[in-house]
């Protein structure tokens, strides 16, 4: 299941056709945008895809549309949010039955960024919970490698987005190092579109540009119902000279643990980037999940294993295709999982910008 | 019943897939008027890479690639949107705009 369409799950009270929500929220943020100045109109990004499962045999389609609209307020104010439309084709009966669409819109975050200086940005609203990476990065359906989510996901993020102020920055940097912060805290809303779970936490790292080595560590401590902590520590690497990817993660919650490493090569070596054979990406992922106690907390019920082999494809135009095998081992049955995702970013203004 | 519904969502998905990769393969990439092509910074004459491009590079290309239309309109949206997002300082921020919009 994608990142985005588990946040969506996960979050009760999207679920549902919202979309007058969403319209409306965008009309707002328009007339909020249209006294931008040359480089700051508002703009529409994001990406559409066709995403097709099948998993144990079973098969399931997935039109999806993403779109991101961000719009600046001045010179310190941005307000930025994020949606999420899809419907989820499958089986009505799990796997068998005659195929049944599960639509669902709603918004993945709503947030507004006040740049307070140089290095500061206080944030309010519905926010990406900042614990390891995947979430804060990786969740738009065009920028992942894998259409799944790796499965030490749902850990440390609650709802993926939380409701509440969030403090973010760099606390230092020059240029051989950068430091980097964000802290939360998030109270408990069951408004629609905008629920969140009282939650506090935070994620710091250092990056190394010469290296191109990142490490962070993450912490979330669940505030309400059977209170936790989460614990994350993540490894980046992408060396300059080589187009190759290292990403990593692990993943410690209160009722199981776990880590996933992606390697992603790209063969742009071989006749540039623009070439055909350039524009493949053969993509490597290996992921194991450990459960501690029973607990609800979205993880796989046992001892998990999994290989993700991908292939890649970039296209001209933002178009990019991704296809992969997965070998899943666990005391409940092995499986093969076969995705195939294809996606196409978008990027343009919301309307044409003033002239300098 | 079941098995022509997945057999004909699976072809229709083939036929868009095919489509999709053909047009994007033959067809010239469109130059709509007030857009830019990648900016000029990206072919200096000597192999030393801006600030603004190496920060672009060390940044916001860890995630993604560069956008291959970007209109000027919109260049200080999206470096803003960056600086939130990879907490990026005022001075990373006017550089890379410098690289995108030179």
């Known amino acids: ?356 | 019943m079941k098995g022509s519904i997945v057999k004909q969502l699976a072809l229709m998905t083939s036929i868009i897939s095919t489509t999709l990769v053909l047009a994007a393969q033959t067809s010239p990439a469109p130059k709509p008027a007030g857009t830019a092509a990648k900016p000029a910074a990206k072919a200096p004459s000597t192999n030393q890479p801006d600030v603004g491009q190496r920060k672009f590079d060390a940044n916001c290309g860890r995630c993604h690639s560069f956008p291959e239309q970007l209109s000027p309109s919109i260049t200080g949206t999206v470096v803003r949107h960056m600086r939130v997002r990879a907490n990026l300082s005022a001075e990373d921020e006017k550089d890379i705009l410098r690289f995108l919009a030179p």
């Open chain 1, 1 to 356: 299941m994608t990142a985005t369409s588990l946040l969506m799950r996960l979050k009760e009270g999207l679920i549902g056709p919202n979309t007058t929500w969403i319209l409306s929220i965008l009309l707002l943020l328009a007339i909020l945008g249209s006294k931008a100045d040359a480089q700051n109109t508002p703009l529409i990004s994001g990406g559409v895809g066709f995403l097709t499962t099948t998993n144990g045999g079973v098969t399931a389609l997935q039109p999806v549309i993403a779109p991101v609209a961000a719009v600046p307020l001045g010179e310190h104010l941005l307000v930025e949010s994020r949606a999420y439309i899809s419907d989820f084709i499958a089986p009505k009966n799990g796997n068998s039955g005659p195929y049944e669409g599960d639509f669902f819109a709603g918004l993945q975050y709503l947030q507004l960024d006040y740049l307070a200086t140089p290095k500061v940005t206080l944030t309010v609203g519905d926010f990406l919970t900042p614990f390891a990476t995947y979430n804060e990065r990786l969740t738009p359906i065009w920028i992942s490698n894998f259409q799944d989510a790796p499965l030490i996901f749902p850990i440390g993020i609650q709802n993926g987005s939380s409701v509440g102020v969030m403090l973010r920055g760099n606390a230092y940097s020059d240029h051989h190092v950068r430091l980097n912060y964000a802290g939360y805290f998030s109270v408990s809303s069951d408004v629609p579109q905008f629920t969140g779970e009282r939650a506090s936490g935070g994620r710091f790292s250092m990056y190394l540009p010469d290296k191109r080595l990142e490490i962070g560590v993450s912490y979330s401590r669940l505030l309400q119902g059977q209170q936790g902590n989460s614990e994350g520590f993540d490894v980046w690497w992408q060396p300059y000279r080589v187009p190759l990817a290292i990403r990593s993660e692990y993943a410690h919650g209160p009722h199981s643990q776990g880590y996933w490493v992606e390697a992603a090569y790209r063969l742009s070596q071989w006749n540039g980037p623009d070439s055909w054979l350039g524009r493949l990406e053969p993509v490597f992922r290996m992921q194991q999940t450990f459960r501690d106690s029973p607990g609800q907390d979205q993880l796989p019920a046992v001892n998990t294993q999994r290989a993700d082999f991908g292939l890649d494809y970039h296209l001209p135009h933002e178009v990019r295709v991704n296809t992969s095998y997965s070998r899943q081992f666990a005391s409940t049955g092995n499986t093969n999982i076969w995705e195939t995702t294809v996606t196409y970013r978008f990027l343009f203004p919301a309307w044409k910008g003033r002239s300098k």
